[in-house]
DNA sequence: ACCTGAACACCGTTCAAGT
DNA sequence: ACCTGAACACCGTTCAAGT
């Protein structure tokens, strides 16, 4: 029993006929720039749970494989994108590159461009604070080697001996850290893809917990703005002492 | 055609003859304290991305889906790991749980008590920073109602007005957060179950970078002890001038 | 009452194959 | 050179079924 049983219907017509058109979306060539920027504005749409490589490649008009080519896998992916947040800073035109009117100013603006960036991304910002650091050196979320030599070498030129910037790299970033992450956190940061309750019970069984149900009323103020400013002044005031005192 | 096909091996020697006999390895009724308990350090030893449903029950000897009677979801599980991890700080002998020898000493006690935690489970405390709270005036990492309430009326007790307890929490959490997240980070945080391969590179083309590269040995210094200690000492003194000034 | 088997809809990633 | 299809080994979760 030979019989010829590929008798599907063979679409022959459009091959080859009909060549020169373009297709519908002009095909750009998909780079690694595009791609990592397409899944920080997921990424940002989703959370963290929704952000897929098959998902993001049907974002892109391709199929997940093809994604491989030019990223080598999910967790380098996720660390491209913190990169892209961090180097976007040098984007922002309040944010100084190298000191121009003082360090204290330089710290100024750099700190409130990462703040900035924080409740602009409020649901990639933990992945800066999360993921593993590729050297002792980076801290977050200051995680890139660029900014990291801006902000030494701007405090070397005003005059820091290099362990006073040393230090003052270390306390900023803890601060900025610190600050950030509980920012975001509160402003509901994962909440992923699912769809969010509105939780209406009023004080749930908060009666074992007198002071925490009679301050709850202060404590749920959005005090985001002032901590940080008064943080980041007492941080420029901590790092002018440890200045002057590596000086004297 | 109402024949008896129910003819399979019925072991009905074993099911009621022997009764009074214990299974090899004694049949714990599995609650959902030991699984959580479980998990955290299944979590400790492999890391946010080893930590699955199924991978858990087999360590519990019992089939992922049993776990579904005790724990409504995986982002349940994770949320009480973080709950259980905090509840912990109870434990420890050198944390009170409320002032003995007066406020400073309450609040050096219970953060070196958090910094020991997190210590202790580098893989998990990343969970505690990044989980979205639950309230607003739940913040990491103190994210049990029991703790805020500790916390607070501790202070009250000591003398405190209510907007001064209210400051210092906000302060103590984001320095907590802060600085211990930045030292997990840096003590590999979650690399997860995969090979670490020992990176032998010397400098990844740091030449563009002259200042990071002169000073990658200060930089790669760990201070995470002394850092700490000075800035709790800092953040006690502004909490000092913040009671002080909330009763002049 | 407690656990299991089988199934569903999804993952990340591979590799040979298409154009 | 770039993309795809099909496949693999895993997920979380459901539900009817077993004991």
Redesign the interface.
Known sequence: MVEDTDAGPTPDADAEIVAGRKPPSARVPLDRDTIVAEALTFLDEVGPGGLTMRRLGARLNVEAMSLYRYVPGKEDLLDAIVEHLIRGLYADPEVLAEPRDGWQDFLQRLAHGVRRMALRHVKAF?LV?????E???L??PLRS??W??SF??GL?AEGFT??A??AA???F???????L??EV??H????GPLDVVEDTTPDPS?E?????A???G???E??AVE?FEI?LE?LLE?ITALKVEHQG
Chains 1, 2 share one sequence.
């Open positions: 933990p604070a999360s993921r593993p650091p050297a002792p050196w801290r977050p080697v660029d990291v030599e030494l070498s070397l290099d362990e910037a040393v790299y270390r306390g970033t803890s601060f900025l850290l610190g600050h992450l509980l956190a509160t509901g940061a994962d909440v908060l074992d917990f007198p002071t925490v009679r301050l709850s202060e404590l749920s959005d005090h901590e943080a007492q901590r």
